[in-house]
């Protein structure tokens, strides 16, 4: 295990409470575990993010990322298209789909006043079902594809490979992005 700092002590702690008194503000929480997930300010006590999210919140590694998801798509939607803001089952579902078509699909959940979580469903199938510019695509393998070198290259970052090895990664990660 490696020591913290204290700014990264005193972080890790502005963190956990944002969490803790914030499981209903999502939003607030996403940005707290990206940040404990990135800066690895877990290090000291626990092996892995993981591990901590396990041992100090009782949940797993998916609902971390699921809650850092969306609370990534209610943060990108446009300040216009983003009220009223999405619940955190709502912004799930449209991290379902491509950025750009994120907003697209809330403007139209929307459009009609408050919108369900079922309208919300709705207009998130019709999307993935869309590419934009174009007729369809499937975005589930290349969700997969991108989740997955996301993984391997924390993996990478965590044992340490050379930099080498992670810029060849981070480079098929962009062709992935891009494609």
Same mark, same amino acid.
């Given at each position: 295990? $490696?020591?913290?700092?204290?700014? *990264?002590? @005193?972080?890790?702690?502005?963190?956990?409470?944002?969490?803790?008194?914030?499981?209903?503000?999502?939003?607030?929480?996403?940005?707290? &575990? =990206?940040?404990?997930?990135?800066? /690895? &300010?877990? /290090?000291?006590?626990?092996?892995?993010? $993981?591990?901590?999210?396990? *041992?100090?919140?009782?949940?797993? +590694?998916? #609902?971390? $990322? %699921?809650?850092?998801?969306?609370?990534? %798509?209610?943060?990108?939607?446009?300040?216009?298209?983003?009220?009223?803001?999405?619940?955190?089952?709502?912004?799930?579902?449209? @991290?379902?789909?491509?950025?750009?078509?994120?907003?697209?699909? #809330? /403007?139209? =959940?929307?459009?009609?006043?408050?919108?369900?979580?079922?309208?919300?469903?709705?207009?998130? +199938?019709?999307? /993935?079902?869309?590419?934009?510019?174009?007729?369809?695509?499937?975005?589930?393998?290349?969700?997969? @594809?991108?989740?997955?070198?996301?993984?391997?290259? +924390?993996? &990478?970052?965590?044992?340490?490979?050379?930099?080498?090895?992670?810029?060849?990664? !981070?480079?098929?990660?962009?062709?992935? !992005?891009?494609?």
């Amino acid at each position: 295990m $490696e020591a913290l700092t204290l700014n *990264e002590r @005193a972080r890790l702690k502005e963190c956990e409470d944002a969490i803790e008194k914030g499981l209903d503000t999502f939003v607030a929480v996403g940005q707290a &575990l =990206a940040e404990i997930r990135d800066s /690895r &300010l877990y /290090r000291q006590l626990y092996p892995t993010f $993981e591990d901590y999210c396990r *041992e100090k919140f009782q949940r797993g +590694r998916d #609902w971390a $990322e %699921v809650t850092i998801n969306a609370a990534q %798509v209610v943060l990108s939607l446009p300040i216009s298209v983003g009220k009223p803001s999405p619940s955190l089952q709502q912004a799930r579902l449209l @991290a379902k789909v491509n950025p750009e078509l994120q907003a697209k699909a #809330w /403007r139209t =959940a929307s459009a009609d006043g408050a919108p369900t979580t079922k309208k919300v469903r709705t207009e998130v +199938r019709k999307a /993935r079902k869309l590419k934009p510019g174009s007729e369809t695509v499937r975005t589930t393998d290349r969700e997969r @594809a991108l989740a997955y070198f996301g993984k391997l290259l +924390r993996a &990478l970052d965590k044992i340490g490979l050379t930099d080498r090895t992670e810029a060849s990664m !981070k480079e098929l990660l962009a062709v992935i !992005k891009n494609s």
